[in-house]
Each structure stands twice: as C-alpha cells, then as structure tokens.
T-cell receptor, first 116, second 109 residues
C-alpha cells in the first residue's frame, strides 16, 4: 500500500502566481479530503469529495481556491492568485467506505507552501 | 464554539509515567472518534479510533469515550521519549472530520 501521495513536497512561489497541489488517494478509498494546517488555526477542512464528487466546499476560504477530482486516483487543489497568507501546509487525506461508522483518515505527507 | 477542544499543553511527564490527554466535542450526533499523533514537520498518523462508550485498549494506548459527557481521552502507559509529539483528537460530523488544535506531549527521560 503506497499510501496517499502528494506533490510537490515543498512549493515556494511569489504572490500573484498560480499554485497547483496534487494528490493521489489510496486505491479503493472513495472519500478524499483537503486540509490546511497553520500554527494559528490548526487543521482546517477545506473541501471533501465522495466518489469524485465535491460534497462540501464550505471550508474553502475564497474564490481564489478551487479543487477538482477528475477521477478516483487524482485530485488537485489550485490557488490563483496566491497570497502570502496562503502559506501553510496542505494535506490531502483519504478514507474508505462509510458504514455505520466512519473509516479513519489516512494522510499524505503534505505540501509546504510558502508565498513570498 | 469550536467543534473539538483540546488543551494545547505542553503536557510534560517523566519517562515510564502515564500520560492522559483529553478532548471534548460539541456535536452530540458524532459517532466516530479518532486520535492522531503528529511529529514536528510530519503528517498526522492514526493511533486509535473508538466508536462505542467505554475503553478500548491497543498496546500501551487506551482510548476512552463518554458520549453523555461528550468527552474522549487517550491514555499512554509507560510513556517513552519517542511518544513526544502533538496529539490530535478528531471527531466526525456527517462525514466531515473536525480536528482539535492538539496537545503537545513532552516525555522527559
């Protein structure tokens, strides 16, 4: 099991540039989540998908943020244009089918984004 | 009010002692509860999950759940320096996982 794979691991960009973060969930997992982690706000849920369909994007901070999941094995989180306050670690996580109880989240290694 | 509350710590315990980490949550409808460990600069990793009231043990770790009091705890027995990390409590709410801000644990040799 390769786990959740995120790329890139680190991204440094200038304010105003477009940033694209990528995620490959664990095979067979039908839920995919994007989180952002900062010292001040902790882990914040941005958006989650079920069977490639966005279910709840209420955590997306602004229209500058968008996420897609074109197929079961790939998702992207895009920030356009980026701002210094977007600097954070972005985690992708996936989980298996939901029965009576939720399956645990499995996290990728994260992308550390720095916007200068 | 935040959905999940944790004491940020740091909680310092000597090696070999029991570390007790606590978490409260606001949504009575929550059914699934998780504890994650996060080392500095790393991603959260699952330690335990618990769905039913009572205790659940796994090695040196015991999770405790009291739904009436909306309270979840994690006990770490025989604490080791390698247990020093931030421990995150997570609670589900209709498939949305909410995380507490984490408790930093320091285990002193």
């Amino acid at each position: 099991d390769a786990g959740v794979i995120q790329s890139p691991r680190h991204e440094v960009t200038e304010m105003g540039q477009e940033v694209t973060l990528r995620c490959k969930p664990i095979s067979g997992h039908d839920y995919l989540f994007w989180y952002r982690q900062t010292m001040m706000r902790g882990l914040e849920l941005l958006i989650y998908f079920n069977n490639n369909v966005p279910i709840d994007d209420s955590g997306m901070p602004e229209d500058r943020f968008s996420a897609k999941m074109p197929n079961a094995s790939f998702s992207t989180l895009k920030i356009q244009p980026s701002e210094p306050r977007d600097s954070a670690v972005y985690f992708c996580a996936s989980s298996g089918p939901v029965g009576l109880y939720n399956s645990p989240l499995h996290f990728g290694n994260g992308t550390r984004l720095t916007v200068t | 009010q935040k959905e999940v509350e944790q004491n940020s710590g740091p909680l310092s315990v000597p090696e070999g002692a029991i570390a007790s980490l606590n978490c409260t949550y606001s949504d009575r409808g929550s059914q699934s509860f998780f504890w994650y460990r996060q080392y500095s600069g790393k991603s959260p990793e699952l330690i335990m999950f618990i769905y039913s009231n009572g205790d659940k043990e796994d090695g040196r770790f015991t999770a405790q759940l009291n739904k009436a009091s909306q309270y979840v705890s994690l006990l770490i027995r025989d604490s080791q320096p390698s247990d020093s990390a931030t421990y995150l409590c997570a609670v589900d709410n209709f498939n949305k996982f909410y995380f507490g801000s984490g408790t930093k644990l320091n285990v002193k040799p």
